[in-house]
């Protein structure tokens, strides 16, 4: 079989982060630039613990994000990632640990804190007996906006988000994508310094999640920070500066895309079909010369990590091993994501 894109690579799945064409300064200079100017850092944990009665859901984590930085939250289900951003968000009370929020303690100023960041959360918490139009001056009040000055930004952020002409449209009347889209708005009404998004695409068909991605990286490019949930690999690696990857309430991992690519893939894998024979003398480590620098087993299909496939097939089909069926792609945040927590449902 010939070399060709898996599925996986077809999902999109990339670990170059293309930048938009508006000559932004690259996301990670510019992270850089922020901890070498040591500007406070927008976001700092150190320790944070929440339990919710016996259960720990956050398990002590500790972090810093830069002003104008995108950091993602990977992690399974039950995770902890949507915890961690409650707390950030102030709606939960931390157990136990510190939490500064924009340089204010979480604990203390959760007003203040409030008032200057926006948020996307998990579900839609939207008034579903008010218009579109409705919903975001409503919203806008909370934080003294006059109307005038509201309506302005909401007819703007309808715009931005391409919900003009459903300004009078109930709630209810939406899809669930324009629903997400005007979740997004309304967390921008108030002009935050910090947009905490909480899966903010899922259930977007992939027009509004481009539209998304782009409307996001032009706002970190004008310096708002970011930090998003996602269970889109290509999402993480489109937009994240860093990604921490969280496991059953502790921070496993935590690097750039690429950076975790580096250390939990390959630049490449090549994913080879084959019998339980033929796979256990895949699994003979001295057959590949050191090509493989990490090896999965899933089912028929063993996950071979290297630098370099070409050079792996080459040496496979010396050593007599058959590689006839096989996938070769390059290695993505996806297989960081499998890796690390593994490919099963469960524990
Ligand atoms: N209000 C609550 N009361 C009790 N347990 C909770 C509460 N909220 C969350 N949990 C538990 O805390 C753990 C972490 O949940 P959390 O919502 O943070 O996960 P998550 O990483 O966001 O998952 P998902 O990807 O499914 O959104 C889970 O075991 C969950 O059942
Ligand atoms: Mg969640």
């Known amino acids: 079989m010939a070399d060709h894109p898996g599925p996986s690579l077809e999902r999109g799945t990339s670990v170059s982060c293309p930048r938009g064409p508006d000559g932004g300064i690259p996301r990670a200079t510019m992270q850089t630039v922020c901890m070498a100017s040591q500007l406070s850092p927008a ?3 150190n320790g944070l613990t929440k339990s919710y009665g016996p259960l720990e859901a956050v398990r002590g984590i500790s972090f810093a994000i830069a002003p104008s930085e995108c950091y993602g939250f990977l992690g399974r289900n039950g995770a902890g990632k949507t915890t961690t951003m409650k707390m ?6 931390r157990t136990s640990g510190t939490l500064d929020v924009l340089g204010l303690d979480a604990a203390v100023s959760a007003r203040e804190i409030k008032s200057r960041i926006g948020v ?9 007996e008010l218009t579109v139009m409705e919903n975001l001056l409503v919203y806008g009040s909370f934080f003294g906006l ?21 300004e009078r449209a109930k709630y209810k009347e939406l899809s669930g994508g324009m629903r997400r889209r005007l979740v997004i708005a309304r967390a921008l009404v108030n002009e935050p310094e910090l947009l905490v998004l909480d899966e903010p695409t899922t259930g977007l068909d992939p027009q509004a999640r481009l539209m998304v991605w782009e409307t996001l990286n032009g706002l970190r490019d004008r310096g708002l920070t970011l930090i998003i949930t996602t269970h889109y690999m290509e999402e993480a690696a489109r937009l994240c500066d860093r990604i921490a990857v969280m496991e059953e309430g502790r921070i496993f991992a935590e690097d750039t895309p690429a950076g975790l690519v580096q250390r ?12 339980p024979a033929h796979a256990d003398a895949l699994a003979q480590t001295e057959a590949f010369d050191g090509l493989v620098r990490r090896r999965e087993r899933h089912g028929d299909v063993t996950y071979l990590y290297t630098d370099d496939n070409r050079a792996l097939l080459a040496r496979m089909a010396q050593a007599g091993l058959d590689s006839r069926r096989h996938v070769a792609r390059v290695a993505t945040l996806e297989d960081v994501f499998l890796n690390i ?7």
Not at 120 to 128: I, M, P, S, Y
Not at 341 to 347: A, K, P
Request: negative net charge.
């Open 88 to 93: 950030i968000y102030c709606r939960i009370a």
């Open 146 to 166: 006059r109307q005038a000055e509201a309506e302005k930004r909401a007819r703007s952020l309808l715009a931005m988000m391409s919900l003009t002409g459903k």
């Open 341 to 347: 927590t593994g490919r099963g449902l469960g524990e």
């Open 264 to 275: 939990f893939a390959a630049a490449e894998v090549l994913e080879v079909i084959a019998e």
């Open 43 to 45: 976001v700092a944990a």
């Open 120 to 128: 996307v959360t998990q579900e839609n918490a939207l008034d579903q």
